[in-house]
């Protein structure tokens, strides 16, 4: 069984601050897609990495592939208001397939205080 | 921009009866998934299909569960006979490669 532990699962900033969200697995996995989700809807695709020690970057967002394909990171800088939500990591193609199932962190409630 | 739709947005049901959840994928997806996300808990893993068939499912997609794809555009779970602890946020999901999209969701209580 393949496992995404997900940290922190609560995190409470002031607005400007910066913050990491980690996404650690025991497993190697062909994928991690970071999602964002808001309460009662789906989760929504923010990024995929797919080569270990692959870096991308969309605005204040950082997102980081570990070299070894088991562990991933989120990196917010100058955090806002508008970033609050459910952050998701999720890793897919476990056990050497390319596509398929995607398993789920527990997710990080983010919290970003005016 | 093309996006993966799920009718109905809330489903009521009471325990023992069948239910129909429905999607439509994005158009030139080839993979096609459900998952359900118990209130506070993980999005959890149901089945994959492609190319007509089932690819993959999990220990939860038993025998109550069905997926078919019954036209070029839908593809539809069926729950034969609902069971209380069935009541969860599904939802489905779509990709061409590794990127999976995701509907809103159907939320199904089972009263």
């Known amino acids: 069984t393949q496992l995404l532990e997900q940290s922190p699962q609560f995190l409470s900033i002031q607005e400007g601050e910066n913050l990491t969200v980690y996404c650690n697995s025991s497993?190697?996995?062909?994928?991690l897609q970071w999602y964002r989700q808001e309460p009662g809807e789906g989760p929504v695709l923010l990024v995929t990495?797919?080569?270990?020690?692959e870096v991308k970057k969309l605005k204040r967002l950082t997102f980081q592939f570990g070299d070894a394909r088991k562990d991933s990171s989120l990196h917010i800088t100058a955090a806002q208001p508008g970033d609050t939500g459910l952050y998701l990591c999720?890793?897919?193609?476990?056990?050497?397939?390319?596509?398929?199932?995607?398993?789920f962190g527990q997710g990080t409630i983010l919290t970003v205080h005016p | 921009e093309p996006e993966v739709t799920q009718t109905p947005s809330h489903q009521v049901t009471q325990m023992g009866q069948e239910v129909i959840l429905r999607c439509v994928p994005i158009?030139?997806?080839?993979?096609f998934y459900w998952y359900r996300q118990i209130l506070g808990q993980k999005v959890e893993f149901l089945v994959s299909?492609?190319?007509?068939?089932?690819?993959?499912k999990s220990e939860i997609f038993d025998d109550q569960f069905s997926v078919e794809r019954p036209d070029g555009s839908n593809f539809t779970l069926k729950i034969r006979s609902t069971k209380l602890e069935d009541s969860a946020m599904y939802f489905c999901?779509?990709?061409?490669?590794?990127?999976?999209?995701f509907g809103p969701g159907t939320r199904l209580t089972v009263t």
């Open positions: 497993s190697v996995f062909s994928s």
């Open positions: 299909f492609y190319n007509n068939e089932i690819s993959e």
């Open positions: 990495v797919v080569t270990g020690g």
């Open positions: 999720a890793g897919g193609g476990a056990g050497g397939t390319s596509y398929g199932k995607l398993t």
């Open positions: 999901a779509s990709s061409e490669g590794y990127e999976q999209y």
């Open positions: 158009s030139n997806h080839l993979y």
